[in-house]
């Protein structure tokens, strides 16, 4: 079945540093592609999606490009903030799932000043 | 504010009780997602609704039962509470059911059980 698999955290990184935070998944098909922020003690938000091959999903700073030869949908950020600190979390979507969400286990992302 | 709402924000109970978690998707959205989040199981798609009728099912226990009534407001019945279903749980709206639509999560409604 479909799945996400995500690097582990926790990520700590100083305000500034570049982040890159690992996703693949495993899919029939031809899914659609989320990260999802959650803010300590909130619901989650979407950040970007990408939904066919080759896209680059962009928003706050954040990008992300759906490679399908390597089957990836990192997320990259130039320049993190201590505002930035929250779980990230990399989903899947597809017609087999009924268009819900599938997703990775979350990585923690910690931005000291 | 995302616009989707669920309430009681927080609920605790004993084992073996039934609770009942309401969802209110934001306005116009006719699809209704429920989710668990749990720390040994990450987060995990339990069902959805579309304008009433249910659409896809994931991995939702048989003590689990959800509606969703005409007004679009959803419910998620949990019963014969265990202590493993100790959980956030979280609601999603979204306008349509395919793969472009958007959704928008609730606050989520944490539940304990002792």
């Known amino acids: 079945g479909n799945s996400v698999t995500q690097m582990e955290g926790p990520v700590t990184l100083s305000e500034e540093a570049f982040l890159t935070i690992n996703c693949t998944y495993t899919?029939?098909?031809?899914?659609?592609l989320f990260w999802y922020v959650q803010y300590p003690g909130e619901g989650l938000q979407l950040l970007l999606k990408a939904t066919k091959a080759d896209d680059k999903g962009s928003n706050k700073g954040f990008e992300a490009t759906y490679r399908k030869e390597t089957t990836s949908f990192h997320l990259e950020k130039g320049s993190v903030q201590v505002s930035d600190s929250a779980v990230y979390f990399c989903a899947l979507s597809d017609l087999r799932s009924g268009y819900a969400l599938n997703f990775g286990k979350g990585t923690s992302l910690l931005v000291t000043p | 504010d995302s616009g989707v709402t669920q309430t009681p924000k927080h609920l605790i109970t004993a084992t073996g009780q039934r609770v009942t978690l309401r969802c209110s998707p934001r306005?116009?959205?006719?699809?209704v997602y429920w989710y668990q989040q749990s720390l040994d199981q990450g987060l995990q798609f339990l069902i959805q609704y579309y304008n009433g009728e249910e659409r896809a099912k994931g991995n939702i226990l048989e003590r689990f039962s959800a509606q969703q009534f005409p007004d679009l407001h959803s419910e998620l019945n949990l019963s014969s509470l265990e202590l493993g279903d100790s959980a956030l749980y979280f609601c999603?709206?979204?306008?349509?059911?395919?793969?472009?639509?958007?959704?928008?999560f609730g606050p989520g409604t944490r539940l304990t059980v002792l």
């Open positions: 306005s116009g959205d006719l699809s």
């Open positions: 999603a709206s979204s306008h349509d059911s395919g793969n472009y639509n958007e959704q928008f």
């Open positions: 899919a029939t098909g031809y899914p659609s």
